[in-house]
Nanobody, 116 residues
Framework: QVRLVESGGGLVQAGGSLRLSCAAS????????MDWFRQAPGKAREFVAG????????YYADSVKGRFTISRDNAKNTVYLQMNSLKPEDTAVYYC?????????WGQGTQVTVSS
């Protein structure tokens, strides 16, 4: 079964850091651009960051630029999101997917809660 599994979320104080992981299983995603998204309660899912197949090109939403860093390890079939200087408005469930997003690959996500 092909799956993307997010992990690494948790509760952190404002200004803190977390590192999220997106592990792929069932097939390799090394040829795909991979994206992180998030969805806060009552809001639409939004793009957070993306990385091309080799890791040489990265994309960020303006709201996280300078604070979040996306990376990947194709040997481990895993994409990471390092989140620093977290703010309460970063509170959301975080998901990963290929680009363009495939509905079949939406997983459970990982909850990030930032307290003020």
């Amino acid at each position: 079964q092909v799956r993307l599994v997010e992990s690494g979320g948790g509760l952190v104080q404002a200004g803190g850091s977390l590192r999220l992981s997106c592990a792929a299983s069932g097939r390799t995603f090394s040829s795909y651009t991979m994206d992180w998204f998030r969805q806060a309660p009552g809001k639409a899912r939004e793009f957070v960051a993306g990385v091309n197949w080799s890791g040489s090109i990265t994309y960020y939403a303006d709201s996280v630029k300078g604070r979040f860093t996306i990376s990947r390890d194709n040997a481990k079939n895993t994409v990471y999101l390092q989140m620093n200087s977290l703010k309460p408005e970063d509170t959301a469930v975080y998901y990963c997917n290929i680009r363009p997003a495939d509905p079949a690959y939406w997983g459970q996500g990982t909850q990030v809660t930032v307290s003020s």
